[in-house]
C-alpha cells in the first residue's frame, strides 16, 4: 500500500491509497473506451468519475472491478491486483452493475441471501434491507419490483459482504428525484461508516452533493479532476445570474455592462456571468427599470456549478 | 460446494416458479402419455368391423356361422348379402364373408363350397391382417368337415418374455423424447441470463463461474428422473406397462442421455446469443430427431436412404437403448453401442460448447 499526502498544507494527513490506476487504455475497434487515464483513490473517500453516456466511465470502471482486461496500463486494487488476487479482491468489494442483473423469478431476501452466500464476510439480510428501504418488499419477486426498487436491491447486493469499497456504476439513472435523495443517503451513511466508494454518474448535481473528489471524463480521457469546489473554482471567478424578461436585451448592451465576462440569451432567459455581482446587478436593475414590457422575472444570482465547468471544458452539455 | 449447492437452490426455486418450463416438463410428457395410451393401449382388443351374410341354416350352416363370430379380431354382423356390400362400400365393414346355401348338400355331391370374401382393396392394412384370418378359418373348417386329423401343427411361440404392444413401444419413445426436450431447452436459462446480464453479476462475486452450469446439470438430471418417473407410473398404472429390464441400467442410461442432451442444448446456448434465436436452431435439432429416430415406429418403415441419419442422431441410439432396458425389444443396435454413440455425442458437444461459449 502507498502513503501519501492528500492536502499538501499544514495538515498533512496519511491516508491510504485503495484504488490506484495507471495509464489505462481500451480500445474497441476504431473507438478508444479509455485513453490513458491514470488516478488515484484514498480510503474513506467517495470518488466520482463524471461524463457523459459513452464517455467510457463504465468500461474504465468494469476494468478496475476486474470484469474486463486493459489493452495496456496497471490496476491496483486494495494493493493487488487482478489475475492472481482477483478471487481476494472480489471477496473485499462490492459491485453494482448498470444493469440491475437480479434473477427475476427469486424474491428480494432470496437474491441477497444467495449472494451473501458468496462472501466469507457478510450483513445480514435485514440490515442490508433496511440500508435501502426495502424491507417491506423483501418477499416481492425482483422481477415485479418498480425500477427504483431493482436498483436499491442492486445496490444492497454491492453492500452484503460489507465490502472495503462500493463501486457503484450510476445508481441513481432513471430513478424519480425522491428515490435518488433515498440512495443519496445510503451512499452518505457508507462514507459515515468510513468506507470507500466508487462513483459514476452523469449528473452534475449528484457528483457535487456526494463526491470528495471527481474526475471529468470525456472521449475516454481525463479532462479535469479535483473536488467540486476546485473544479469550479478554477474554471470561473464568476458567479451566474438568471432571469427573465419579456423581452430581453441585446447580447452587446449586457456584455457592456460593468463586471460581466460572459451572456447567454435563450429566447426569455438570459444568463450572465460576472466577476462583479453588485456593479451588474446595479446596471441590470437600472436597465429593468426603464423597460416598458414588466422588468425582470425570476431574478437570482447562483454560483456556477460542474454543469457550467463541463459546458465550459467541452463546449456541450453533459445530456447531449 | 456451498456455492453449488446454494446455486442449486436458486436454479429449482427458478424453475418452479416459472410457469412455462414447469408445464413444458412435467405436463407435456403426461398428456403425451395419456393420449398416446389412451390411443394405443387397446390394440389388443381391437377389432375389425365385418359383414356375415349366411344363406344356410342347417346345423353345419349355423355351426360354421357361429365359428366365425367366434374370431376374436372381427366384430360380426349378420345380414343380407346386398346390404352388407352396400355397407361394405360406404367403409362400415372392412370385409364381408359370404357361406352360400346347401353347404352339406355340395359337400355330400364332392364338390367344394364357395365362401366368398367380399373387400375393398383399398384398405390395404387391414386386409393383410383379414385374408390370412378368413384362410386359416375356412382351413380349420375344412378339417372339421373332412374329420382329418392334422400332421403338421404350428406352434407359436414368441421369442420376448412378453408380447410387446404398442404401447409398449411407445413408453420408451415417450421417456426419450421427455430427456430430449429437457435437454434440448436446458441452454434457455443460460441464455436468458447471459442476455439479462445476470451471468456477469455472478462472475463479478468470487465463485467459481462453473459451479453455475454444474448446478443447472444436477436439475436437469433430477428432473429428468423425476419425468421418467412419472411417466413409467402412468405407463405402469393406467395402461398396465411392465418395467422388465435393469433398473440400474435404465438409471444409467437416463442419466447419460440426458447429459448428452443437455449437452447439445449447451451447444446451442454457445452459438445463440438470443432465446428468440436459440428457439429455431432447437426446432431444428428436435424435429428431424422425433421422425428419423424410430422413437415412435418400427425403423423398418424407413426408406433405405434415410438409415444412415437414423444411425447418426443420438436420440436412436436413446430410444433403442431404452426400449432394450425397459420392454426387452429387439435391438436394433447393441446396448454397448447405444452407450458409446451417447457418451460420443456428449464428449463432443462439451468440447464445442467450452470453445465456443460466452459468459458475456
Known amino acids: 500500500m502507498v502513503l501519501f499526502c492528500m492536502n499538501a498544507g499544514d495538515s498533512c494527513k496519511i491516508t491510504v491509497v485503495v484504488i490506484k490506476v495507471e495509464n489505462l487504455y481500451k480500445t474497441y475497434g476504431a473507438i478508444k473506451a479509455v485513453d490513458g487515464i491514470s488516478f488515484e483513490i484514498a480510503t474513506g473517500e467517495v470518488f466520482g468519475m463524471l461524463g457523459p453516456n459513452g464517455a467510457g466511465k463504465t468500461t474504465t470502471t468494469e476494468i478496475i472491478e476486474g470484469l474486463r482486461e486493459p489493452d495496456s496500463g496497471s490496476v491496483s486494487v486494495l494493493g493487488m491486483s487482478h489475475g492472481r488476487d482477483s478471487d481476494k479482491i472480489k471477496q473485499r468489494i462490492g459491485i453494482q452493475l448498470q444493469a440491475p442483473s437480479l434473477l427475476p423469478l427469486l424474491n428480494v431476501e432470496e437474491v441477497l441471501d444467495l449472494f451473501g452466500s458468496f462472501y466469507k464476510r457478510r450483513i445480514g439480510v435485514k440490515e442490508v434491507l433496511e440500508r435501502v428501504s426495502l424491507t417491506e418488499s423483501r418477499k416481492v419477486l425482483s422481477k415485479n419490483l418498480s425500477g427504483g426498487q431493482q436498483q436499491r436491491l442492486s445496490v444492497a447486493i454491492a453492500l452484503i459482504n460489507d465490502p472495503e469499497i462500493a463501486f457503484l456504476d450510476e445508481p441513481t439513472t432513471g430513478l424519480d428525484p425522491q428515490a435518488r435523495r433515498n440512495l443519496w443517503a445510503v451512499i452518505q451513511e457508507m462514507k459515515d461508516r468510513g468506507k470507500t466508494v466508487f462513483l459514476t454518474t452523469h449528473y452534475m448535481e449528484e457528483a457535487e452533493t456526494l463526491c470528495d473528489r471527481l474526475v471529468i471524463i470525456d472521449y475516454g480521457k481525463i479532462i479535469a479532476a479535483g473536488s467540486p469546489r476546485e473544479l469550479i473554482r478554477s474554471n470561473f471567478d464568476e458567479s451566474a445570474i438568471q432571469f427573465e424578461m419579456a423581452s430581453p436585451p441585446a447580447k452587446k448592451s449586457l456584455l457592456a455592462m460593468p463586471g460581466v465576462t460572459q451572456a447567454a440569451i435563450d429566447g426569455t432567459e438570459v444568463s450572465v456571468y460576472s466577476k462583479d455581482i453588485p456593479a451588474s446587478m446595479g446596471a441590470l436593475l437600472k436597465m429593468a427599470e426603464q423597460d416598458e414590457n414588466g422588468g425582470l422575472l425570476n431574478l437570482h444570482v447562483r454560483q456556477a456549478t460542474l454543469e457550467d465547468v463541463f459546458l465550459k471544458l467541452t463546449g456541450r452539455k453533459i445530456r447531449e | ?360
Open chain 2, 1 to 360: 460446494m456451498k456455492t453449488f449447492f446454494k446455486l442449486f437452490i436458486a436454479n429449482t426455486r427458478q424453475f418452479f416458479r416459472d410457469r412455462m418450463a414447469l408445464g413444458f416438463t412435467f405436463a407435456f410428457p403426461v398428456v403425451f402419455m395419456v393420449i398416446f395410451g389412451l390411443v394405443f393401449s387397446g390394440a389388443d382388443e381391437f377389432q375389425y368391423d365385418v359383414g356375415l351374410s349366411s344363406q344356410d341354416s342347417t346345423q353345419t350352416g349355423v355351426a360354421v356361422a357361429e365359428a366365425f363370430k367366434q374370431i376374436p379380431i372381427f366384430s360380426v354382423t349378420e345380414g343380407e348379402l346386398e346390404n352388407q356390400l352396400e355397407e361394405l362400400k360406404k367403409g362400415s365393414f372392412r370385409a364381408v364373408l359370404y357361406i352360400p346355401e346347401g353347404l352339406v348338400e355340395t359337400i355330400a355331391r364332392g364338390e367344394a363350397v364357395d365362401i366368398k370374401l367380399y373387400y375393398d382393396p383399398s384398405q390395404t392394412t387391414s386386409i393383410q391382417i383379414i385374408q390370412p384370418v378368413v384362410r386359416e378359418f375356412v382351413n380349420s373348417i375344412n378339417q372339421m368337415l373332412t374329420q382329418q386329423p392334422a400332421l403338421v401343427r404350428l406352434q407359436e411361440e414368441s421369442i420376448q418374455l412378453k408380447e410387446l404392444g404398442n404401447i409398449d413401444y411407445l413408453v420408451p419413445g415417450v421417456i426419450a423424447m421427455s430427456i430430449m426436450f429437457l435437454g434440448l431447452f436446458s441452454g434457455l436459462p443460460l441464455i436468458q441470463q447471459r442476455e439479462k446480464k445476470i451471468l456477469k453479476r455472478l462472475g463479478a462475486t468470487p465463485i467459481h463461474r462453473v459451479n453455475i452450469i454444474y448446478s443447472q446439470v444436477f436439475l436437469r438430471l433430477l428432473l429428468a428422473l423425476a419425468q421418467t418417473a412419472i411417466i413409467i407410473a402412468i405407463a405402469y398404472f393406467l395402461f398396465d406397462v411392465a418395467i422388465l429390464g435393469n433398473w440400474l441400467m435404465l438409471l444409467a442410461l437416463i442419466l447419460l442421455g440426458t447429459l448428452t442432451f443437455v449437452g447439445l442444448g449447451y451447444m446451442v446456448a454457445a452459438f445463440a446469443r438470443t432465446e428468440e434465436g436459440a428457439m429455431p436452431v432447437i426446432q431444428l435439432i428436435q424435429f428431424p430427431m422425433l421422425f428419423l429416430s424410430g422413437i415412435f415406429f418400427p425403423v423398418e418403415f424407413l426408406p433405405d436412404f434415410m438409415k444412415p441419419i437414423l444411425n447418426a442422431l443420438p436420440l436412436s441410439y436413446l430410444g433403442d437403448g431404452l426400449r432394450q432396458v425397459m420392454v426387452e425389444a429387439s435391438p436394433v443396435f447393441s446396448l454397448s453401442t447405444d452407450f458409446l454413440v451417447l457418451g460420443g455425442w456428449l464428449l463432443a458437444s462439451l468440447i464445442i460448447s467450452i470453445r465456443f461459449f460466452r459468459w458475456e
